[in-house]
């Protein structure tokens, strides 16, 4: 069973920059794909991006691609997404995610495992 426990969240003015990380245990052959989803009050859950294991396959949301970049540190087990120039609408409840299979899903009902999230707080 994968755990994963994400850390970084938290207040951050407009046009600031956060650094969530998402920490990953469990058995060393899974998962394969490792991804961050968010969630905003009254709205569906959205991809934001995703990498594969060894972190050299990136996937990101076309809203996301200006302002995410993503990184996989395997030494740490570590997933770590940098946020700039956050915008009040970049307010939700960011999630971890990863999955066994191979490829860099943008559905939630793709992946296996998620963590509990963790609040970005965005203030104007």
């Known amino acids: 069973q994968v755990q994963l426990v994400e850390s970084g969240g938290g207040l951050v003015h407009a046009g600031g920059s956060l650094r969530p990380s998402c920490a990953a245990s469990?058995?060393?052959?899974?998962?394969?794909?490792i991804a961050w989803f968010r969630q905003a009050p009254g709205k569906e859950r959205e991809f934001v991006a995703a990498v594969n294991s060894i972190g050299d396959r990136t996937k990101q949301a076309d809203s996301a691609k200006a302002r995410f970049t993503i990184s996989i540190d395997n030494a740490k087990n570590a997933l770590n997404r940098q946020t700039n120039s956050l915008n009040p609408d970049g307010e939700a409840i960011y999630y971890c995610?990863?999955?066994?299979?191979?490829?860099?899903?943008?559905?939630?009902?793709?992946?296996?495992?998620w963590g509990q999230g963790t609040q970005v707080t965005v203030s104007s």
């Open positions: 995610t990863a999955r066994a299979g191979y490829a860099l899903e943008i559905w939630p009902s793709q992946y296996d495992y």
């Open positions: 469990g058995p060393s052959s899974s998962p394969q794909v």
